[in-house]
């Protein structure tokens, strides 16, 4: 069966710091990947996806992605943490029978001043 | 361009009792999802509608039904709600049915008491 596996339920960063979260999903073909951010009472923002060629896809507010087979891991990667990317991520797979997205179950950004 | 709507934002139910949640899509786009994010977890998807059908639904019982109208709007309505309801109930939508490109609300809080 298709899943997400999000390692970190919750990191804490320095402010200017870098970050990565992690992200391992189990899936049969070539997925598809995404990353989503939900500020507190908020909806999914779409940060960045990943369907084919280049492994490494840039998103918005200055966030990466690198997509690796062999790990079978996603992970969002960004080179200076600011105060307002306090949020929870979602990584997420596309089901290639639906259509929906499978999350995992979020990791939660704490920055600190 | 208007975005994916939803309401009422918050609403309050007993056990027992019935409740429908409305979405409207984003401007040009056919294909409506549902999904139901209980606290700290990540979305679970419901079920997905496309051109006012039917088309993908998750493991959630029968008394969690849909609707999508013409103009590509979308109801949710669950039936016997349980303490287990409680939850935000996120809307997506997407230009197509197989895309993992959606576009997400900023969800209905349900809570059951």
């Known amino acids: 069966a298709q899943s997400v596996t999000q390692p970190d339920i919750h990191i804490t960063v320095s402010e200017g710091a870098s970050l990565e979260l992690r992200c391992n999903y189990s899936?049969?073909?070539?997925?598809?990947l995404f990353w989503y951010v939900q500020s507190p009472g908020q909806g999914l923002q779409l940060l960045l996806k990943y369907f084919s060629g280049d492994t490494l896809v840039q998103g918005i507010k200055g966030f990466e992605a690198e997509f690796k087979r062999s790990q079978s891991s996603f992970n969002l990667r960004k080179p200076s943490v600011h105060w307002s990317d306090a949020a929870e991520y979602f990584c997420?797979?596309?089901?290639?029978?639906?259509?929906?997205?499978?999350f995992g179950q979020g990791t939660t950004l704490q920055v600190k001043p | 361009e208007t975005g994916v709507t939803q309401s009422p934002t918050h609403l309050i139910k007993t056990r027992g009792q019935q409740v429908t949640l409305r979405c409207s899509s984003q401007?040009?786009?056919?294909?409506v999802s549902w999904y139901q994010q209980a606290l700290g977890q990540g979305p679970q998807f419901i079920f997905q509608?496309?051109?006012?059908?039917?088309?993908g639904r998750g493991n959630f019982p029968p008394r969690f039904s849909g609707l999508q109208f013409p103009n590509y709007s979308s109801e949710l309505n669950v039936n016997a709600l349980e303490l287990d309801d409680s939850a935000l109930y996120l809307c997506a939508s997407s230009f197509t049915a197989n895309t993992g490109e959606l576009f997400f609300g900023e969800g209905s809080r349900l809570t059951v008491l």
């Open positions: 899936y049969g073909a070539t997925p598809y």
């Open positions: 509608y496309y051109r006012e059908e039917e088309n």
């Open positions: 997420a797979v596309r089901s290639s029978n639906t259509g929906k997205l499978i």
């Open positions: 401007s040009g786009h056919n294909t």
